[in-house]
């Protein structure tokens, strides 16, 4: 373990990164319905072990495009750290397969607070340790509300994005977004794995990499809205969520709890909220807008 | 821990099973973007949590629709247990939430085989601890072969099935089918669960109740090949997976490794095999079919 520095410098920097990249697709031979061979792209995967001061942690599994952001904020979503200012420096190599993390001053109780496992929803068996449920009543959300305009705008922008997901499939995809002034919404961060917990545990490491971020977050993501995916939404200090997909009842409860404004099935001009319908502006002569003059 | 039985004994008996059931959707209020409210079904989603012989190991987020079998599958595909035979009985009870299981002789090093995390792709973390890779070379796959026929009628018994997805969404199903003369695949079993891991893991279950089970096994999974579902599949006995998604790079790698037959994309007449081709009986002329008469 490194010695601690002073806290207000520990507190003012961020951590280093590298930037370790790979490929993520690679091309494999298939046979199709007619029996002609051809070759299409899938998604990479490949393991990433977590090494905190040199203590193995975890192994995640991950397409890899942006490593470091990903094992920073699954530290933060995990509530191992408080802040990107807890890490000194983050370092992956994909020879080996590992990430090293460097703290300032270790973490507190390593081996007891990932002891209790719960294995859950995503579309398997996430293991998100004990402590996520803990505290989320004390969970202060901003008073954030986004127009049906902006949701429209979010929608087609996530349309219009390039993605691993048109050229491979079999990948999930999350983003950021701010609400802008002219019913806008900017997208600030895209980004996609084969496990939708590390796509958005990536949006919250790049989000603690920001010195700061102005306007009001929403989060969009292709997969549903469980449990997890809303409280994770929700310390991320986002307080309306946007999916393709559907709610659990878990994620749905938790969105009630926290005030959270839950948006699901949203694709073109349709959607349906689920929950924190006072966040949502509705503009109900936009939704209909397309039905006179077209599909 | 209970006095272990003789040997025989215990491999002669099954588990004693509860039969605990839970309502697997819910109706919640919702607007939909013309401003109008309705009330749509969601799954449910609940925590279980698992003891073995007092011991907690784990809670396990689920759509609780069959929680023994996948309790039982879970042991088994996390290696904890060899066969259903090791168990006495697991009594689940949804009013706290909990499967009590009963060994008869106890799991050898729990403490040890369960602390090296493993977190994988699902949708998310899955935790399989770190004991799924041990041994996939040593694994035997059945001489199966499936006829382009035979995966037509899988494919079709999938459409035609009643499910949670179909009323609610946001679930994951998956099937098991043996093959039968006459170009025909029987459904043995169907599950789901909001995570994809839990309901291989309950079809795993299933098995391991059948005192026999006769035919070639193929297995059916809405969810992507990712590599613990091939590995899964395998450790079933199964030598073909069939999925309405894709295929991930683990997931190919090995399914290569072992000699899987892998397809993906198969929706109606459309299909891809991504390995393990050998164990695909083309018929070309089935895929045309449609495209003469019609869509």
């Known amino acids: 373990m490194a010695n601690p520095p002073t806290p207000s410098a520990a507190a003012a920097a961020l951590p280093r990164l590298t930037q370790a990249r790979a490929p993520l697709t690679r091309e494999v031979e298939v046979i199709d319905e007619h029996g002609a061979s051809g070759r299409v792209s899938i998604p990479a995967e490949r393991d990433l072990t977590i090494y905190v001061d040199r203590r193995e942690l975890v192994t995640l599994m991950t397409l890899g495009a942006q490593p470091e952001l990903l094992v920073l904020g699954y530290l933060l979503n995990q509530r191992l750290i408080e802040s990107a200012a807890d890490v000194e420096s983050i370092t992956v190599d994909w020879e080996v397969g590992a ?38 009543d004390s969970l202060q959300l901003p008073d954030t509300r986004m127009t049906q305009a902006q949701l429209y705008a979010l929608v087609n ?71 997890e995916m809303v ?21 749905h409860e938790v969105a009630q709890r926290v005030g959270l404004c839950a948006i699901g099935r949203a694709t073109n001009r349709r959607f349906l909220c689920f929950a924190g319908a006072q966040r949502l502006v509705l503009q109900p002569a936009l939704a209909a807008a397309r039905s006179v003059g077209g599909p």
């Open 231 to 251: 409280i994770k939404s929700a310390q991320m200090g986002v307080a309306i969520v946007v999916s393709r997909s559907g709610i659990t009842q878990m994620g």
């Open 99 to 136: 990430a090293a993390v460097k703290t300032h001053a270790g973490i507190d109780r390593i081996e007891e607070r990932t002891a209790k496992k719960v294995v859950t929803t995503g579309c398997g068996q996430g293991s998100v340790f004990g402590e996520l449920m803990a505290g989320i």
């Open 157 to 227: 922008a996530i349309r219009l994005q390039e993605s691993t997901y048109k050229s491979a499939g079999s990948v999930h995809g999350c983003a950021l977004f701010t609400l802008e002034d002219g019913d806008q919404a900017r997208m600030q961060c895209f980004v996609e794995d084969v496990g939708r917990h590390n796509a958005i545990d990536t949006i919250a490491g790049w989000i603690a990499m920001q010195a700061q971020l102005a306007g009001a977050r929403v989060f969009y993501t292709t997969g549903r809205l469980t449990s």
